[in-house]
T-cell receptor, first 111, second 113 residues
Framework: GENVEQHPSTLSVQEGDSAVIKCTYS??????FPWYKQELGKRPQLIID?????GEKKDQRIAVTLNKTAKHFSLHITETQPEDSAVYFC??????????FGGGTRLMVKP | DGGITQSPKYLFRKEGQNVTLSCEQN?????MYWYRQDPGQGLRLIYY???????QKGDIAEGYSVSREKKESFPLTVTSAQKNPTAFYLC????????????FGNGTRLTVT
């Protein structure tokens, strides 16, 4: 089955700096890669996703890149703000739409 | 708001008791899922259902049971056979078909003592 590894487990940045979270996956058949943000005590919410026919996708301060050959994908947050502080999860989905999640990254943005 | 409701938010039980967590959705989604979240770990799939009256085991189904008698409802029972039941449980739903985003409920924090 699919195995998703996520790094780092914690990340502390200064407000205004960029943050990068990286994930690797094992199943070359995986074709959908969403990212979820979970604020403390709240539900995970989808913030961006990418499909295997696309190499990069941007949405304002957030971008995701995908390298299918190397089987890794990354989340990039620019100009970080205190409200970006949360736990971020990457995931990979095979054609059957079953998601396997990474272990999560706790991002702390210091004002 | 949200379209997917989990209740209760907090649940306390004594060891040896079965307990059922509720999950209801009004999004008209065919697929529903139960995940378990432990501190420092990702979300692990317990059970999923892609259609009424049918469900499949996920990665950590031992000690859990589910039913899917209605499209809107997917309750999870944590049985006394689950060796470490204290955790945060998240229910989710999605449209049928590949690459459909998951919509999560607010979760139930279960504490067993």
């Amino acid at each position: 089955g699919e195995n998703v590894e996520q790094h780092p487990s914690t990340l502390s940045v200064q407000e205004g700096d960029s943050a990068v979270i990286k994930c690797t996956y094992s199943d070359s058949a995986s074709n959908y890669f969403p990212w979820y943000k979970q604020e403390l005590g709240k539900r995970p919410q989808l913030i961006i996703d990418i499909r295997s026919n696309v190499g990069e996708k941007k949405d304002q301060r957030i971008a995701v890149t995908l390298n299918k050959t190397a089987k890794h994908f990354s989340l990039h947050i620019t100009e970080t703000q205190p409200e970006d502080s949360a736990v971020y999860f990457c995931a990979a989905s095979d054609a059957g739409n079953m998601l396997t999640f990474g272990g999560g990254t706790r991002l702390m943005v210091k004002p | 708001d949200g379209g997917i409701t989990q209740s209760p938010k907090y649940l306390f039980r004594k060891e040896g008791q079965n307990v059922t967590l509720s999950c209801e959705q009004n999004l008209n989604h065919d697929a529903m899922y139960w995940y378990r979240q432990d501190p420092g770990q990702g979300l692990r799939l317990i059970y999923y259902s892609q259609i009424v009256n049918d469900f499949q085991k996920g990665d950590i189904a031992e000690g859990y049971s589910v039913s899917r008698e209605k499209k809107e409802s997917f309750p999870l029972t944590v049985t006394s056979a689950q060796k470490n039941p204290t955790a945060f449980y998240l229910c989710a739903s999605s449209m049928q078909g590949a690459n459909s985003p998951l919509h999560f409920g607010n979760g139930t924090r279960l504490t067993v003592t």
